[in-house]
């Protein structure tokens, strides 16, 4: 396995503009996760793939946040419209099986100013 | 609603100390319990796993236990190591599927 990738791991954008990350989970991993994480917090579950179905969104994510994940494979998360609310560490994790065991990306850090 | 506690939030030992770190639930429904590790600025590194079914996992010098009745888990650290500085975090899955809800982490620094 080569690791859950996410890229960039940096971007600094302004206010109101769109940003799109990308995450590419351990292959064969059928699950998918997004969680967005602020300093000195624990992550916060942001939405859920199993395959390419979204199975499960949290009310962190507003309107102006979407995810895909085409064909069951890599995910994208954009945010439209960014505030700096947005500023955070945006994580990937993929598990498979019946264990759940969750794998982490490097995450990917969002400054907005 | 699930929430996670992790006390203390900082903690500082010694080389060499055997150290206890806590995880405390409020809904012992729970499917898993899973705990990390994560260097500052980095994403997160598995530690161990325990389903609901298990009261102990080990890993060389960790070991975490599981007390679904008192909503409880401890990371066990044998030995600290320089190493070992980290936030540990603490992950509580309560059904199948989606979200896991993480506590805010003990960051740990251990002294030479």
């Known amino acids: 396995d080569t690791g859950v990738s996410q890229d960039p791991r940096h971007k600094i954008t302004k206010r109101g503009q769109n940003v799109t990350f990308r995450c590419d989970p351990i292959?064969?991993?059928?699950?998918l996760y997004w969680y967005r994480q602020t300093l000195g917090q624990g992550p916060e579950f942001l939405t859920y793939?199993?395959?390419?179905?979204?199975?499960?969104k949290s009310r962190l994510l507003s309107d102006r946040f979407s995810a895909e994940r085409p064909k069951g494979s890599f995910s994208t998360l954009e945010i439209q419209r960014t505030e700096q609310g947005d500023s955070a560490m945006y994580l990937c994790?993929?598990?498979?099986?019946?264990?759940?065991?969750?794998?982490f990306g490097p995450g990917t850090r969002l400054t907005v100013t | 609603k699930q929430e996670v506690t992790q006390i203390p939030a900082a903690l500082s030992v010694p080389e060499g100390e055997n150290l206890v770190l806590n995880c405390s639930f409020t809904?012992?429904?729970?499917?898993?319990l899973q705990w990390f590790r994560q260097d500052p600025g980095k994403g997160l590194t598995s530690l161990l796993l325990i389903q609901s079914s298990q009261r102990e996992q080990t890993s060389g010098r960790l070991n975490a236990s599981l007390d679904k009745s008192s909503g409880r888990s401890t990371l066990y650290i044998a030995a600290s190591q320089p190493g070992d500085s980290a936030t540990y975090l603490c992950a509580v899955r309560n059904t199948n599927a989606g979200k896991s809800t993480f506590g805010d982490g003990t960051t740990l620094t251990v002294k030479p």
């Open positions: 793939f199993q395959n390419e179905a979204q199975l499960e």
């Open positions: 809904d012992s429904a729970i499917y898993n």
């Open positions: 994790a993929s598990s498979r099986g019946d264990s759940y065991e969750q794998y």
């Open positions: 292959s064969e991993h059928n699950r």
